[in-house]
């Protein structure tokens, strides 16, 4: 372990039920022999931007799949902790069906999110000429909102937001999941877990570990983690965070696999194909 690793792990991840599941014995201390962790709870969007600033602040960072190609020469790709998996992609949502969105407005949460890059193969596939009208950026928390209210003709939508948006009265547009299943026939990429390649291949090789059996415990022992969860939920009924975890935190989470690796190399390879990312090197996905 490099001396830049002898501390607290200074970590940020979302406040999103996935995460606080997956990281709950480890940042309670319930992961034997374990490095302490230092958390800082971000959404997303601030992670990635942490990320493409190379800020060294942190050690860890939960990031968007999307800012890999922007970031991998100083970070490495962690096989383990993120979120993939099938079922579980973006939703396109409407006040009316069938919405031609060619010359509309959509809100999105991040233009660096995996769900924007999901959205803009979608449109490329699917909205004539593939453009829409204009894209507007806010938290994706007032997205449903302001769809209902009628302040943008469509939203793109993540995370509980696939439980809860008839309860807004909206309409399911399309699944840019389940655009990209059809397509590809792989899983989802959505969030990554990133660690500074400066710490060291042994002390990556480390977190990996750690995370991993994080990850089991809470799976052996889900009420464990349940007091960590609902306190970061932001009022979040727990039948929901139940389902957001049961979708977000699957075998891709406890390690990417072939079909893992696969599915972040074919998006982010289709999306340098459209202009939308740089290439990656041959090797840059390769962990220490």
């Known amino acids: 372990m490099t001396a830049e690793a002898t501390g607290p792990v200074r970590i940020a991840y979302s406040p999103c039920p996935n995460d606080t599941f997956v990281f709950d014995a480890w940042a309670h201390g319930r992961v ?49 902790g993120g979120a993939l998996g099938r079922g579980c992609g973006p939703l396109v949502l409407t006040r009316e069906p069938g919405v031609d969105l060619s010359r509309r407005t959509v809100a999105v949460p991040s233009e660096t999110s995996t769900a924007y890059l999901l959205f803009r193969l979608w449109a490329a596939d699917t909205v004539p000429g593939g453009r829409v009208g204009e894209i507007v950026v806010m938290p994706f928390h007032e997205i449903m909102p302001a769809v209902r209210d009628g302040k943008v003709d469509a939203g793109l939508v993540i995370h509980e937001a696939r439980f809860t948006y008839q309860d807004y009265g909206l309409h399911k547009l399309a699944d840019m999941g389940e655009h990209w299943e059809a397509t590809t026939g792989l899983p989802i990429p959505l969030g990554a877990i990133i660690a500074r390649r400066s710490l060291g291949a042994e002390t990556l090789r480390g977190y990996a570990d750690t995370i991993r059996r994080s990850v089991r415990m809470a799976w052996d022992d889900p009420e464990a983690s349940r007091p960590y969860v609902m306190e970061h939920a932001q009022e979040m009924d727990p039948a929901v965070a139940d389902q957001h975890i049961g979708l977000y935190v699957n075998e891709f989470t406890a390690d990417l696999g072939e079909d893992g690796y696969a599915a972040v190399r074919g998006l982010l390879t289709r999306a340098a194909a459209e202009g939308l990312v740089p290439a990656l090197a041959p090797d840059a996905l390769a962990f220490p």
């Open 32 to 80: 034997p022999g374990a490095p302490a962790l230092d958390v800082t709870f971000a959404d997303i969007d601030i992670t990635n931007g942490v990320a493409e600033r190379h800020d060294p602040a942190y050690d860890v960072l939960k990031v968007s799949y999307a800012v890999l190609p922007y970031v991998l020469e100083d970070y490495a790709l962690l096989p383990c």
